[in-house]
């Protein structure tokens, strides 16, 4: 998943420093940051409707969207997909130290 994740994110930011004519990422670099937060809360809007009417199908779809956007948000504001990876893990670690903990108090 990361490699797919890192591929595409690697994809977009080669199409911003290297524009594409025909390329949908393109268009929303040159639109700028108010038309890409739009896409993303439109996605994210799509996203709520496919759950609430329990299409799973559309929802893999809608979720694919969003996350295509929100990496196409981060490259705009030059944020390293790399930074979401730490944080992920940093609350993985934060997690799993929550649960140590738990099961410490439990005994
Ligand atoms: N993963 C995606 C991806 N996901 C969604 N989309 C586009 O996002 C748009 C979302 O659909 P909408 O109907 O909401 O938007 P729209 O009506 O087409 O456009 P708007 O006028 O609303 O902005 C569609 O045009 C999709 O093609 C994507 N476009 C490109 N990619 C990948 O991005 C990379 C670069 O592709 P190009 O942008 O074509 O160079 C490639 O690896 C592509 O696979």
């Known amino acids: 998943m990361t490699d797919i994740l890192r591929a595409l994110y690697e994809t977009i930011v080669d199409r911003k420093n290297n524009p594409v004519a025909e390329s949908y990422t393109n268009y929303l670099f040159t639109k700028g940051e108010d038309k890409i937060l739009k896409k ?4 994210a809007t799509e996203v709520l409707i496919a759950a609430k009417n329990n299409d799973k199908e559309e929802l893999v779809y809608e979720i694919a969207d969003l996350t295509f956007h ?6 705009e504001k030059g944020i390293a997909l790399e930074d979401v990876k730490k944080e992920l893990e940093r609350r993985q670690g934060k997690l799993s130290k929550t649960a140590d903990r738990k099961e410490i108090e439990s005994l």
């Not at 993303?40 to 996605?43: Q, R």
């Open 40 to 43: 993303v809360g439109e996605e």
């Open 70 to 75: 929100c990496l196409v948000l981060l490259a």
